[in-house]
């Protein structure tokens, strides 16, 4: 019986076969998640109703399963009507997610082109689609490795 939060038969598969340096993306309800990936990677939804489920949720169970080297939101850029209203809300909670699970990382933005290209590698495994409604909500996560 698995110990931490995940149980997602198909998503625990591709982490398995994941290693140092892959890619997990939590994508939210507006990500174009059937043409924006790496050549390699699967696709789980889980979207099941607007809201459910969320980044967050799936961030926490990924968290208390994986080695993380790096976190990474996806950047508004500066002439997007988003950017006037500052850091999206669903930011703060990724950063408490990342505190309650006991890791030391910042939540690290990269500029919507440069997360495109990101994930648009070979080392994307995985995208887990769900059904944030939260605007700007996408993660990128960067598997660290085991240590003793």
């Not at 961030?59 to 080695?67: K, Q, R, T, W, Y």
């Not at 080392?123 to 490795?145: F, K």
Request: charged share 20%.
């Amino acid at each position: 019986m698995l110990k931490h939060q995940l149980l997602h038969p198909k998503i625990t598969e591709v982490l398995a076969r994941a290693g140092h340096h892959a890619k997990i993306l939590i994508a939210d309800g507006n990500y174009p998640a059937s043409t924006k990936k790496g050549a390699n990677a699967e696709v789980v939804s889980l979207a099941l109703s607007p809201g459910l489920v969320n980044c967050t949720q799936v961030l926490e169970a990924l968290l208390s399963a994986v080695a993380v080297d790096s976190i990474h939101t996806m950047g508004i850029p500066s002439d997007d009507p988003y950017a006037q209203a500052g850091e999206p809300p669903v930011w703060a909670k990724y950063r408490e997610t990342i505190a309650k699970a006991g890791l030391r990382l910042e939540l690290d933005p990269i500029s919507k082109w440069e997360f495109y290209d990101a994930v648009n590698s070979a080392d994307h495994v995985l995208t887990i689609q769900t059904a944030e409604q939260s605007l700007w909500a996408n993660v990128l996560i960067v598997m660290g490795c085991r240590t003793a």
